[in-house]
């Protein structure tokens, strides 16, 4: 829940899923638990972020890996100073 009490926006959402990802979590169940999401709309996400080249994966051990590109890293940095310029 936000501080505001309701649920999460779309834009909330995607954005925990990034700092899920900057904090170095890289496997989708992972990543799926620590944003609090379940399964499709987690793949969904990381599908869309990955065409808009956010996020990039790879195969590590058989398994897919997500990491952030240097656009996420940007689009992470980009809403953080606009957080510091409300508050």
Do not use: C
Not at 15 to 31: A, F, M
């Amino acid at each position: 829940m936000t501080a505001w009490g309701s649920k999460r926006s779309r834009l909330e959402i995607y954005l925990d899923i990034l700092k899920v990802l900057r904090k170095g979590e890289s496997r989708p169940t992972r990543i799926m638990y620590q944003s609090n999401l379940s399964w499709k709309p987690l793949m969904k996400i990381l599908d869309s972020l990955m065409r808009q080249e956010i996020v990039e994966t790879s195969q590590d051990n058989f398994h897919n890996v997500y990491r952030l590109t240097k656009k996420g890293v940007d689009v992470l940095e980009y809403f953080k100073n606009a957080e510091l310029e409300i508050n």
